[in-house]
């Protein structure tokens, strides 16, 4: 019986993943890496930036650079940025990708809902103010945002059709139950995680029809958020650029974990 060669094999595997839409999964070991992103991939809430970053604060305690720190890629792009929307990442972000990127991994999309503005009208303002602002980033997030997430992905898979992409979601920043004097209100707590999970799906959602691999964060935060008596998360801080993001712990043992768990 006549045996097609096993190396002829493996190309058109390769081939019909990709005209799918999808990609074969990353070599960890010397892949070519780009991490792409905002600040919850740059690293934002360590309080501890490489000075070249400039307003971008790229981390070294960041999960992307724990996952090259620990996998050696032949190549590291680290481009993520604070404050970052996929309008950005479409700008000023894709230069980092090539045909022969092996693996790359973004978050994105919380700023582009406006996240920042919405926990600091929570923080400061009235109960119904905070469901207000809520509301209007979830009806953003279910009518506006997948358009903007499906382009975005659309740019990366066309710079890179070779790579496995896994896109990174956000926690649910705050536990509920006692929280302290001074802190927001479970009300308030329970808005804001209701946000993060509309946030989770829609990512999820267009992720996959992109072909992407989605790492859902929030049960391993799941404990962590603010409020534990462990917090992996910041509360109101100062700087207050730190606030409401993940602290050291929450990129090596929430983020990280779960981008290993897909890559490796």
């Not at 919405?118 to 109960?127: A, I, P």
């Not at 509301?135 to 990366?156: F, H, S």
């Not at 329970?190 to 799906?201: I, K």
Request: overall charge positive; hydrophobic content about 40%.
């Amino acid at each position: 019986m006549f045996r097609r060669p096993l190396p002829l094999l493996g190309s058109l595997a390769a081939g019909l993943l990709l005209s799918l839409g999808l990609a074969a999964p990353a070599a960890a070991a010397g892949a070519d890496y780009a991490a792409l992103g905002d600040s919850y991939s740059s690293g934002v809430g360590t309080n501890n930036y490489d000075g070249t970053s400039g307003s971008c604060l790229r981390s070294p305690q960041s999960y992307p650079r724990l996952w090259a720190n620990s996998h050696a890629p032949a190549s590291f792009q680290f481009v993520a940025c604070s404050g970052a929307t996929t309008r950005e990442v479409l700008n000023n972000q894709l230069g980092a990708l090539n045909s022969g990127t092996d693996l790359v991994t973004i978050s994105i999309g919380g700023n582009d809902a406006g996240f920042a503005d919405v926990v600091t009208t929570c923080r400061l303002g009235s109960d119904s103010g905070c469901l207000t602002a809520v509301n209007n980033a979830k009806a953003y997030i279910t009518t506006t945002l997948p358009g903007r997430l499906d382009e975005t992905y659309r740019a990366i898979r066309s710079r890179a059709p070779g790579a496995q992409v896994v896109v990174l979601g956000y926690p649910r920043l705050f536990e509920l139950g006692s929280c302290g004097f001074g802190s927001i209100n479970e009300y308030k707590r329970s808005l804001l995680n209701g946000g993060a999970d509309t946030m989770s799906s829609v990512i999820s959602g267009r992720a996959s029809a992109a072909g992407f691999s989605y790492a859902d964060v929030r049960g391993r935060f799941a404990g962590h958020g603010v409020c534990a008596a462990t917090p992996w998360i910041n509360g109101t801080t100062f700087p207050v650029v730190e606030s409401y993001h993940p602290k050291a712990a929450g990129y090596s043992s929430g983020y990280l974990p779960a981008l290993t768990a897909i890559t490796g």
